[in-house]
């Protein structure tokens, strides 16, 4: 936004200061002409009040020689005999009796310094003009600011009556979204009041069946429902960004890869851990937890057990990106497997969902594409805490790319 008003002010006052450097390089060259011209003509009259005078030619001459015109060789006297003192030869400038004085126009430069001291005022001028044209607008961006930062919070601005009209459409749509917030927490309560229970009844009936196969997937499955369904509503805060919290994305994954380290040693996985540098985002230790967890567990459910894993965290230029990655087959419709309830590989989809949102949450974005190892790469950019960058577009990329 800000960049948009510098670009906007500098724009207008560039022009303004383009038209005000030629106006004033022409008026300093007219004048510059003008002033030239007045001397010749004084110099000419001059000239010719010695020729009312007398028309001696060694009087002429002197008088000649006398004026600046003449000394630069460009006043001429052709008397009424037909004699011309002097060099020169240009138009008619003053008369005397029969005799003629003629000035050929001086040649006068364009005045470079002069135009160069106004240009020297003018970027001073514009230098001015933009930061002045940025203070009606800095309480606008400071409520927008702020207004990120906390979703409710009225925008309060005097001024012309367009700024309170801004203000006024900031603040409703800040309460409509805050109303949004407060219906998706209702429903996040009420899905866990009205889940849990009969995910529990389930349990109980599953535990009741007995052994056998049958048993043992109707088990898998009702152990699979419920473990997704706590962890969509464990992970779904993060997207409210207003208590995120704060947490080291370095400290949080290597504390959560000494569980699945031992898990992937269990099952003969080539584990690969790089943390890197500690490095703060906004997100609650335990929101960004349940996202490693949720990307761990569908490596070890959906690839084969001696498939390599590999996590990452690498920390640049206001940007912290944590990169999950495994040997199996890949993603098999990557162009839906960001979207929530689908994910083509047997699951419910809401993985990589939970992910994304918590990406998201910090201004950063998803990225899935075909990883160094084989199989799917899940790439997470969160925002750094405290840091200042250009906003990233798009947030979700999927992107995918054959074998080399």
């Known amino acids: 936004?800000?960049?948009?008003?510098?670009?906007?002010?500098?724009?207008?006052?560039?022009?303004?200061?383009?038209?005000?450097?030629?106006?004033?390089?022409?008026l300093l060259h007219s004048h510059a002409v003008s002033t030239a011209a007045q001397a010749d003509r004084r110099d000419a009259a001059v000239v010719a009040g010695v020729l009312a005078v007398s028309s001696d030619p060694d009087a002429v001459r002197g008088t000649i020689a006398r004026t600046t015109a003449g000394a630069e060789g460009r006043l001429s006297v052709v008397l009424e005999d037909g004699t011309r003192l002097g060099a020169g030869g240009g138009p008619r400038v003053a008369s005397a009796g029969g005799s003629v004085v003629s000035v050929v126009p001086a040649s006068v430069p364009f005045p470079l310094l002069p135009v160069l001291l106004v240009s020297g005022i003018a970027l001073v001028a514009v230098g001015v003009a933009v930061w002045l044209g940025h203070r009606p607008f800095t309480p606008v961006l400071a409520a927008l600011r702020d207004l990120t930062t906390s979703v409710g919070r009225r925008v309060r601005l005097r001024g012309p009556r367009e700024l309170e009209a801004?203000?006024?459409?900031?603040?409703?749509?800040?309460?409509?979204?805050?109303?949004?917030?407060?219906?998706?927490?209702e429903m996040i309560a009420d899905v866990s009041h009205r889940l849990r229970t009969p995910l529990a009844a389930l349990r109980l009936d599953a535990d009741a069946i007995g052994p056998g196969p049958v048993a043992d997937r109707i088990r898998s499955a009702v152990?699979?429902?419920?473990?997704?369904?706590?962890?969509?509503?464990?992970s779904l805060?993060?997207?409210?960004?207003?208590?995120?919290?704060?947490?080291?994305?370095?400290a949080v994954v290597e504390s959560r890869m000494a569980f699945?380290?031992?898990?992937?040693?269990?099952?003969?996985?080539v584990c690969e851990i790089d943390v890197g540098e500690p490095c703060w985002v906004l997100l609650a230790p335990d929101a960004l937890g349940a996202v490693v967890d949720t990307l761990l567990e569908n490596v070890f459910r959906h690839t084969p057990p001696a498939a390599p894993v590999g996590v990452s965290v690498v920390r640049h230029a206001g940007w912290v990106t944590l990169v999950v990655e495994d040997g199996g087959t890949g993603v098999a419709d990557p162009s839906s497997a960001l979207h929530r309830g689908s994910s083509g590989g047997g699951s419910t989809g809401l993985g990589l969902d939970i992910a994304r949102a918590a990406a998201e949450a910090t201004g950063g974005t998803i990225h899935l594409e075909r990883g160094r190892l084989g199989g799917a790469r899940v790439r997470l950019r969160f925002s750094e805490a405290n840091s200042h960058h250009e906003p990233a577009s798009p947030r979700a990329w999927r992107l995918w790319r054959g074998h080399p």
């Open 237 to 250: 805060h993060p997207v409210e960004g207003d208590t995120a919290g704060k947490c080291d994305v370095a």
């Open 166 to 185: 801004l203000a006024e459409s900031i603040d409703e749509a800040s309460s409509r979204t805050s109303q949004l917030l407060a219906k998706e927490r």
């Open 1 to 26: 936004m800000r960049a948009v008003i510098t670009r906007a002010l500098l724009l207008a006052t560039g022009l303004v200061a383009v038209v005000l450097v030629a106006t004033a390089g022409f």
């Open 223 to 234: 152990s699979t429902l419920g473990h997704d369904v706590d962890r969509i509503i464990q």
């Open 260 to 269: 699945w380290s031992a898990h992937a040693a269990d099952q003969g996985r």
